[in-house]
C-alpha cells in the first residue's frame, strides 16, 4: 500500500493524455482516408492500403529509427517545423502525437474501411436522392451505420497506443511529464532492479487493457450488424 | 600467466558449488578438449568482444555464442535461468549481485575495461576545449544516458555536479535508456550535445568527425566493467579460458585501442 502511494503515477497520466490525442487525431485522419480506401476505384488503392498496415509488420525501431531521423532539427519534418515554431520535434509531446498516429494507424483505419464497405453506399445514394449534401448524409447516416467499426477504431487506437514502446524508446528521451510514458517507467524499473514498482505498473497497465478489450467486446455485442 | 591458469576439465562433482567449486576447480589438469561457450555481453563492448573472440576461437579451437544486450536485461534473464556460461557487464554492480546471490562463481568476477566519458557533438567546433564553457554555453538539448538505470548516464550526471552545472542543463537533458541511444540522439543531431563512451566517439563510422571534450576521469566515479563466470559455466573449460584470454596482452591492447581503460 505504501508502494502504491509513493508511486509516480506521473506516467500513467501522460500515456492516456498520449492515447487520447492520438485517437481524436486518427479519427480526424482516419475517417476519410477509410471511406476513400472502402469505396475508390482508384489504382492507388493497393499501394496505400499497404502503406497503412505497415505498421503492423514493421518493428517499431524502424518507425522509431526513420521518425528520430525525419523529426530532427536535420530531418525532412523536423528541419522545416524547427523553422516554423523554433524547435524540432523529436523530444517534444507533439512529436509523440505524430509517432504514436503512425504506429496506430492500420488499429483505426482497417476497423472503419471495414465498417464502411459493410454499410455499402446504397444509404448515402438514398439520402442524397432525398437532397441531404454528402456530409450531412455521411454524418447522419453512414457514420451511425458504422458505429460499431467506430468503436473498435477508438478502443483499439487507444489501447494499442498504450502499449507503445519501441517507438517512443526511440523518439521521446525520456523527459518526466513530456514524454516518460508508462512503458519506459516499467522499463526503467524493471532496469533498476525495482521490481515491486514495475510489478505495480505493469499490472495497472494489464487491468488497464482487459478492461478496455472487455468493454469493447461488450459493447460490440450490443450494437447491431448492419446489413448493406 | 600459464600453469595459474585455472583451466579445468568438464563435468566435476556437481554439487559443489560457490567458491569451493572453484577451488577444487584449479587443481585439476588442464583439458585440450573444445567445448562450447555461451557469453552475454553488454552491447557496449559486443563489437570488441566480437574482435576478442575471433582471436580467441582461433587460437583455442573453443567456439564461443555471444548474446548482447542490456546488463540490466541479462541480469534479469540470468536470474531466471538464461544459459549463459559468462556475463561481460556495463557495469561492477550486477557482476557482484550474481556472485552474492549465488549465480555465479565467487573469485570470477574481474575487471575487464574501464569506460571513458566524453562529451561529444556530431557538429565540428560545437564542444569547445573547455567542457564547462561549452555546458554553459548555448544548446537545445544535451543527451545522456539515463542516469538511473546505465552506468554512463550515472557518470554524466556526478560530472555535471563535480561541475556545478547539473541544475544549469537539467531542464535540457534529454536520457537515451542506454549509451547507444544516447549516441543516436547526436549522431543524428538530435541533441548538439551529449555525454558518450569515448568508444563511440571513436568508432569508425564517426571517428574524427564532430568534437569532444574528454571527461577528466577524476570528475565522475569510475565505470569499471566486470565480467563473471556464471554457475552454469563452472564446469566449462572454454569459458574460463575466455574470462582468462580478454585479459592477455593482445586483447588488452584491442581493448585500448578502441577507446577503454584497462587497470
Given at each position: 500500500?505504501?508502494?502504491?502511494?509513493?508511486?509516480?503515477?506521473?506516467?500513467?497520466?501522460?500515456?492516456?493524455?498520449?492515447?487520447?490525442?492520438?485517437?481524436?487525431?486518427?479519427?480526424?485522419?482516419?475517417?476519410?482516408?477509410?471511406?476513400?480506401?472502402?469505396?475508390?476505384?482508384?489504382?492507388?488503392?493497393?499501394?496505400?492500403?499497404?502503406?497503412?498496415?505497415?505498421?503492423?509488420?514493421?518493428?517499431?525501431?524502424?518507425?522509431?529509427?526513420?521518425?528520430?531521423?525525419?523529426?530532427?532539427?536535420?530531418?525532412?519534418?523536423?528541419?522545416?517545423?524547427?523553422?516554423?515554431?523554433?524547435?524540432?520535434?523529436?523530444?517534444?509531446?507533439?512529436?509523440?502525437?505524430?509517432?504514436?498516429?503512425?504506429?496506430?494507424?492500420?488499429?483505426?483505419?482497417?476497423?472503419?474501411?471495414?465498417?464502411?464497405?459493410?454499410?455499402?453506399?446504397?444509404?448515402?445514394?438514398?439520402?442524397?436522392?432525398?437532397?441531404?449534401?454528402?456530409?450531412?448524409?455521411?454524418?447522419?447516416?453512414?457514420?451511425?451505420?458504422?458505429?460499431?467499426?467506430?468503436?473498435?477504431?477508438?478502443?483499439?487506437?487507444?489501447?494499442?497506443?498504450?502499449?507503445?514502446?519501441?517507438?517512443?524508446?526511440?523518439?521521446?528521451?525520456?523527459?518526466?511529464?513530456?514524454?516518460?510514458?508508462?512503458?519506459?517507467?516499467?522499463?526503467?524499473?524493471?532496469?533498476?532492479?525495482?521490481?515491486?514498482?514495475?510489478?505495480?505498473?505493469?499490472?495497472?497497465?494489464?487491468?488497464?487493457?482487459?478492461?478496455?478489450?472487455?468493454?469493447?467486446?461488450?459493447?460490440?455485442?450490443?450494437?447491431?450488424?448492419?446489413?448493406? | 600467466?600459464?600453469?595459474?591458469?585455472?583451466?579445468?576439465?568438464?563435468?566435476?562433482?556437481?554439487?559443489?558449488?560457490?567458491?569451493?567449486?572453484?577451488?577444487?576447480?584449479?587443481?585439476?589438469?588442464?583439458?585440450?578438449?573444445?567445448?562450447?561457450?555461451?557469453?552475454?555481453?553488454?552491447?557496449?563492448?559486443?563489437?570488441?568482444?566480437?574482435?576478442?573472440?575471433?582471436?580467441?576461437?582461433?587460437?583455442?579451437?573453443?567456439?564461443?555464442?555471444?548474446?548482447?544486450?542490456?546488463?540490466?536485461?541479462?541480469?534479469?534473464?540470468?536470474?531466471?535461468?538464461?544459459?549463459?556460461?559468462?556475463?561481460?557487464?556495463?557495469?561492477?554492480?550486477?557482476?557482484?549481485?550474481?556472485?552474492?546471490?549465488?549465480?555465479?562463481?565467487?573469485?570470477?568476477?574481474?575487471?575487464?575495461?574501464?569506460?571513458?566519458?566524453?562529451?561529444?557533438?556530431?557538429?565540428?567546433?560545437?564542444?569547445?576545449?573547455?567542457?564547462?564553457?561549452?555546458?554553459?554555453?548555448?544548446?537545445?538539448?544535451?543527451?545522456?544516458?539515463?542516469?538511473?538505470?546505465?552506468?554512463?548516464?550515472?557518470?554524466?550526471?556526478?560530472?555535471l555536479q563535480a561541475l556545478g552545472?547539473?541544475?544549469?542543463?537539467?531542464?535540457?537533458?534529454?536520457?537515451?535508456?542506454?549509451?547507444?541511444?544516447?549516441?543516436?540522439?547526436?549522431?543524428?543531431?538530435?541533441?548538439?550535445?551529449?555525454?558518450?563512451?569515448?568508444?563511440?566517439?571513436?568508432?569508425?563510422?564517426?571517428?574524427?568527425?564532430?568534437?569532444?571534450?574528454?571527461?577528466?576521469?577524476?570528475?565522475?566515479?569510475?565505470?569499471?566493467?566486470?565480467?563473471?563466470?556464471?554457475?552454469n559455466g563452472r564446469h566449462n573449460?572454454?569459458?574460463?579460458?575466455?574470462?582468462?584470454?580478454?585479459?592477455?596482452?593482445?586483447?588488452?591492447?584491442?581493448?585500448?585501442?578502441?577507446?577503454?581503460?584497462?587497470?
Amino acid at each position: 500500500m505504501t508502494t502504491l502511494l509513493a508511486m509516480d503515477w506521473g506516467p500513467l497520466w501522460l500515456t492516456m493524455q498520449l492515447a487520447g490525442v492520438t485517437v481524436v487525431v486518427l479519427l480526424a485522419l482516419g475517417t476519410p482516408l477509410a471511406w476513400w480506401l472502402a469505396f475508390t476505384k482508384s489504382r492507388m488503392r493497393t499501394p496505400v492500403e499497404a502503406v497503412v498496415a505497415l505498421p503492423l509488420v514493421l518493428p517499431p525501431t524502424v518507425l522509431g529509427f526513420y521518425l528520430l531521423t525525419a523529426m530532427g532539427p536535420h530531418g525532412p519534418v523536423g528541419g522545416p517545423w524547427k523553422a516554423f515554431t523554433g524547435s524540432a520535434l523529436s523530444f517534444t509531446f507533439t512529436g509523440l502525437v505524430i509517432a504514436s498516429t503512425l504506429y496506430s494507424l492500420p488499429f483505426v483505419v482497417q476497423p472503419l474501411q471495414g465498417a464502411f464497405e459493410a454499410v455499402g453506399t446504397k444509404p448515402m445514394e438514398v439520402a442524397r436522392s432525398l437532397r441531404a449534401s454528402r456530409l450531412d448524409a455521411f454524418f447522419t447516416v453512414a457514420s451511425p451505420m458504422a458505429l460499431r467499426g467506430y468503436v473498435s477504431a477508438i478502443v483499439l487506437g487507444f489501447a494499442h497506443t498504450l502499449g507503445e514502446f519501441g517507438v517512443v524508446l526511440m523518439v521521446g528521451g525520456n523527459i518526466p511529464g513530456v514524454t516518460k510514458v508508462l512503458s519506459i517507467a516499467i522499463y526503467d524499473h524493471v532496469e533498476s532492479l525495482e521490481y515491486t514498482q514495475a510489478h505495480v505498473l505493469s499490472a495497472a497497465l494489464l487491468v488497464l487493457s482487459f478492461l478496455i478489450l472487455t468493454i469493447v467486446y461488450a459493447i460490440n455485442r450490443r450494437l447491431p450488424v448492419r446489413a448493406a | 600467466m600459464g600453469a595459474e591458469e585455472p583451466k579445468r576439465r568438464a563435468r566435476m562433482a556437481g554439487g559443489l558449488s560457490g567458491c569451493l567449486s572453484v577451488f577444487v576447480l584449479c587443481l585439476c589438469p588442464p583439458s585440450a578438449a573444445a567445448e562450447e561457450v555461451r557469453v552475454a555481453v553488454a552491447t557496449n563492448f559486443a563489437a570488441t568482444l566480437g574482435e576478442i573472440v575471433t582471436n580467441f576461437e582461433r587460437d583455442t579451437g573453443h567456439a564461443v555464442v555471444v548474446s548482447s544486450g542490456s546488463s540490466g536485461a541479462i541480469y534479469a534473464q540470468i536470474r531466471h535461468g538464461a544459459p549463459f556460461d559468462v556475463f561481460f557487464s556495463a557495469d561492477a554492480m550486477r557482476p557482484k549481485r550474481l556472485e552474492e546471490e549465488g549465480f555465479a562463481v565467487c573469485g570470477s568476477r574481474r575487471t575487464y575495461a574501464v569506460g571513458r566519458l566524453t562529451l561529444w557533438s556530431a557538429t565540428p567546433g560545437a564542444v569547445k576545449e573547455d567542457g564547462r564553457s561549452t555546458l554553459s554555453g548555448h544548446f537545445e538539448h544535451l543527451a545522456m544516458a539515463n542516469p538511473g538505470t546505465a552506468p554512463y548516464g550515472a557518470a554524466s550526471k556526478q560530472t555535471l555536479q563535480a561541475l556545478g552545472l547539473w541544475n544549469h542543463v537539467r531542464d535540457r537533458i534529454v536520457q537515451g535508456e542506454n549509451i547507444g541511444q544516447t549516441f543516436q540522439f547526436v549522431v543524428s543531431h538530435n541533441a548538439r550535445l551529449g555525454f558518450v563512451a569515448l568508444s563511440q566517439a571513436l568508432h569508425s563510422s564517426v571517428r574524427g568527425t564532430g568534437s569532444r571534450w574528454d571527461v577528466p576521469a577524476h570528475l565522475h566515479a569510475p565505470l569499471r566493467q566486470q565480467a563473471v563466470l556464471l554457475v552454469n559455466g563452472r564446469h566449462n573449460a572454454a569459458a574460463t579460458a575466455l574470462l582468462d584470454y580478454v585479459q592477455e596482452e593482445q586483447s588488452r591492447t584491442i581493448i585500448e585501442r578502441v577507446g577503454y581503460g584497462i587497470e
